[in-house]
């Protein structure tokens, strides 16, 4: 009896409990696991292509840069200064307009922008009724530049002061003034140009009568690079010097030409001589003493234009330019096969005595003060 109890007790004990331990298990609940997002990839940039930037857009000169009703003086006549350093280009002299009118921007050596330009100078033309400049540029070639005969290898057509040789330029010592001790890359080329008018603009009434060629209708489709800094500056302090004024110097601007930009003060500038028609020629641009040889030091004659009439010098240089479009191009060893060589007018004998009779007054004027100042 006793047992039974005991066991009846037992069971009571384990249904509580199982009673007690369903009633605890359905008051808990039962969350799920939480899932887990794999973690980001590690970030890596693209790879880096190099992209060059777009190249600069072509330098393309103004069609007109000036226009005015009146027109530029003629130009002056002057020497050329030796060449500062190797590697300089001349740049030809020219009329400038600024708010006075006419100054002279005088010509002068320059570094080119890099190895393989050119110089083409600006020039006035006549369109519409007024006077327009064309500015000039640096370029693989010499364009067109009104036919105007600047002198010193710009005879009017093309460039014949020098050329490229591979990544040098040689100097035709015939036209340029280069001291061959100095600067060694040099050749003596002769250039004959019967142009002798000083005229400093194309076309109109008494202007020249050029126009382009095909060459150098090709020259001005080319890529162009416009004027270095040192050449805009030495354009506006040019403008800024009254002496420069057309009105004050009359034509004749004491300081014509200089070694390098701005160098206006500088011992070698060069002035204006008088002019063309009281010397008889113009010069238009050193050519070499008799017999072809240049002077010591490389640096060319006064004058050494063709006489009154059309007879070359001495020697048979005239340096007034050349005619060969190429002339600066890079073929070394060679002469341009386009260059021209008109055969010289001879003086009417008429001409050659009314010329020696004028000149017997000036070489009887110091004889005379000699015997005035013996007397006293």
Request: include cysteine.
């Amino acid at each position: 009896m006793l047992e039974s109890s005991n066991r009846s007790h037992r069971i009571s004990a384990l249904g509580a409990a199982a009673v007690a331990a369903a009633l605890g298990l359905q008051g808990c609940i039962v969350q799920p696991a939480p899932v887990y997002a794999p973690p980001p990839p590690v970030y890596s940039p693209p790879p880096r292509v190099y992209a060059p930037p777009p190249p600069p857009p072509a330098y393309a000169e103004p069609v007109a840069e000036v226009r005015i009703a009146e027109a530029p003086p003629p130009l002056p006549d002057y020497e050329q200064p030796p060449i500062p350093e190797p590697g300089y280009l001349w740049t030809p002299g020219y009329w400038a307009w600024g708010p006075e009118g006419y100054y002279w921007v005088p010509g002068t050596w320059v570094s080119p922008p890099r190895v393989g330009l050119l110089w083409t100078p600006g020039y006035w033309g006549w369109g519409g009724g007024v006077y327009l400049f064309h500015a000039g540029y640096w370029g693989p070639h010499v364009g067109f530049y009104g036919g105007v005969n600047y002198g010193y290898g710009y005879g009017g057509v093309g460039f014949a002061g020098g050329r490229w040789v591979n990544n040098s330029f040689a100097y035709n010592t015939a036209v340029t003034n280069v001291n061959v001790t100095i600067v060694h890359n040099t050749y003596n080329e002769t250039v004959i140009n019967n142009v002798s008018s000083r005229v400093s603009y194309n076309g109109g009434t008494g202007g020249v009568a050029a126009a382009p060629s095909p060459q150098e209708q090709m020259a001005a489709r080319e890529p162009h690079v416009a004027p270095t800094a040192p050449q805009l500056q030495h354009v506006q302090d040019a403008g800024r010097n009254r002496a420069l004024l057309a009105k004050v110097n009359q034509g004749r601007p004491a300081i014509a030409a200089t070694p390098r930009p701005s160098a206006f003060s500088a011992p070698s500038v060069m002035p204006a001589r008088a002019s063309a028609a009281a010397r008889g020629a113009p010069s238009a641009g050193g050519a070499p003493p008799a017999g072809g040889a240049p002077p010591a030091g490389g640096a060319p004659p006064a004058g050494g234009a063709p006489p009154a009439g059309g007879a070359p010098p001495a020697g048979g240089a005239n340096p007034n330019g050349g005619v060969n479009f190429n002339a600066g191009a890079a073929h070394p060893g060679t002469s341009n096969p386009q260059a021209a060589y008109a055969k010289p007018r001879a003086i009417p004998p008429g001409q050659q005595q009314k010329k020696v009779q004028a000149k017997k007054p000036a070489a009887k004027q110091p004889q005379e003060k000699d015997r005035k100042r013996d007397a006293q």
